[in-house]
């Protein structure tokens, strides 16, 4: 069983009655290094003490710059698809709502990459509602192709994550075989009746189906699986335990839990009422959500959308968030629609901030704006990565890729003073790079990107 709702109840109920001491307890034991145990995870979700928060936080801080160094990895989402057959209570793209629904075409699909190649993004992540007469595997396909630009050689997108509905072995294994990066599936909720009230119709509706989307996901060889719940549905504590449940299967199963784990939090959207959900999560819980899932599962990316503000985006990074979106625009063909000067969006975006704002800020705060996409290029996903993010070497690739893909952007990209900001952000990380081969190599790659070479990488 994946997930079991029994005992993650009994965990929280022991959770809420742990004493103050044993919650410090727990946290000492993180601070020492040791694996969270699910109880200890359990109490430390119904911390209240303020100083155990700082605490919380802190090692948090501590544990993401141990593990990925100060680089923030950068992506875009592209909406491709709204047609949709299910009914989830909380979506604007759900079947009843009464709307012109569109795909792209593969051409429009090229004219939104290439808007989005302009701002200087190389991995974005595609979306797809569900319905596979009108979205069929072929076209989503197609879709990918059309976003690498197989047709005419390839394009600056490097890295293509993907979120599509639930689905068969057979179908994950063409979108590995298509080359996509993570497939992204949220579970939305992980509470059974609450996921089952708010899922009515459509094949979505089936829990166990979307449960175990990730089995399959791996059986058909896509080993970087990136999770997330719509925090907002229910209670945010079981969520987190199941989250955790969910990744420690995967791990017991295949060697490799989450790639990555998303944050999102319930918004207002088309036909949605925000009254009718009574768990919505307040900044103060959510923000001691993202610090404790860095602690429990040190390894997996943690990604924030432009959904946030950019104040919030901007602490949570501090302790936790280790991808962020930017620029985004969140409705099928939007960013065309957004360079004419209107709005497309499916839900509301706090952050409107450009990428350059994005970029400029990232290097303001102390942390260099990746666009790195080595590892999945390197074969360095599932179970590889995890053993290389264990033993403490992904910080060691990590920081440099980011180095040369700022380089790179901020030379094709920026203007005079994000440029010459850059280049010293260029600068100083080199020189903070303490294994000296390292260091000379990277030296010898950044000098060959200002002279015009692109795409390099450890
Ligand atoms: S080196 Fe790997 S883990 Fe680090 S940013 Fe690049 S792709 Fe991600």
Redesign the pocket.
């Known amino acids: 069983m994946i997930i079991d709702d029994v005992y993650i109840k009994t965990l929280l109920k022991n959770g809420a009655e742990a004493s103050a001491e044993a919650r410090r307890a727990a946290l000492s034991r993180a601070e020492g290094g040791a694996p969270l145990t699910l109880t200890d995870a359990a109490a430390l979700l119904h911390m209240t003490d303020a100083e155990d928060e700082a605490r919380l936080f802190a090692l948090a801080g501590k544990i993401k710059n141990a593990v990925?160094g100060n680089?923030v990895?950068l992506f875009a989402p592209l909406y491709v698809s709204d047609y949709c057959v299910n009914n989830c209570a909380y979506c604007g793209y759900k079947k009843s709502n009464g709307f012109r629904r569109r795909k792209l075409t593969f051409d429009e699909i090229r004219q939104e990459v290439e808007l989005l190649e302009s701002l200087g993004h190389k991995r974005l992540a595609l979306e797809f509602g569900e319905d596979y007469e009108n979205c069929p595997m072929e076209y989503i396909l197609g879709a990918i192709g059309a976003v690498y630009d197989t047709k005419n050689g390839g394009g600056e997108i490097r890295?293509v994550n993907v979120n599509i509905a639930a689905t068969t072995v057979e179908n994950y294994a063409k979108l590995k075989e298509k080359g996509i990066g993570t497939y992204i599936l949220f579970q939305e909720t992980y509470h059974k009746a609450t996921y089952e009230r708010l899922h009515r119709g459509g094949p979505k509706s089936d829990y166990g189906y979307h449960l175990t989307a990730f089995d399959r996901a791996m059986q058909g060889g896509v080993d970087d699986v990136g999770a997330g719940v719509l925090f907002g549905l229910y209670d945010y504590k079981y969520e987190v335990m199941a989250l955790l449940l969910h990744n420690a299967h995967l791990e017991r199963t295949y060697g490799a839990g989450f790639h990555t784990i998303s944050v999102p939090r319930l918004r207002q959207a088309r036909g949605n009422d925000l009254r009718a959900f009574p768990h919505l999560v307040g900044d103060s819980d959510f923000k001691r959500i993202i610090a404790l899932l860095r602690i429990a599962v040190p390894y997996t990316?943690i990604i924030l959308s432009t959904r946030e503000s950019a104040a919030l985006r901007n602490e949570a990074i501090h302790y936790g968030v280790s991808q962020i979106s930017a620029g985004s625009a969140t409705g099928v063909g939007a960013y065309r629609v957004e360079a004419a000067g209107e709005d497309a969006n499916q839900f509301e975006i706090a952050d409107r901030r450009a990428v350059h704002t994005v970029v400029a800020d990232l290097m303001n705060s102390g942390f260099i704006p990746?666009y790195?996409?080595?590892?999945?290029?390197?074969g360095?996903t599932g179970d590889r990565?995890f053993a290389l993010?264990r033993s403490g070497e992904?910080?060691n690739?990590?920081a440099?890729?980011?180095i040369m893909t700022l380089a790179e952007y901020v030379t094709d990209y920026g203007d005079d003073a994000l440029k010459s900001a850059g280049l010293d952000c260029v600068k100083r990380n080199i020189a903070a790079i303490e294994d000296e081969s390292m260091r000379t190599a990277l030296e010898a790659q950044t000098e060959k990107i200002l002279a015009g070479k692109r795409d390099l990488?450890?």
Not at 372 to 378: H, L, Q, V
């Open positions: 990925y680089r990895v890295r990316g990746s790195c996409t080595a590892c999945y290029r390197k360095r990565f993010a992904i910080k690739v990590c440099p890729n980011a990488y450890f």
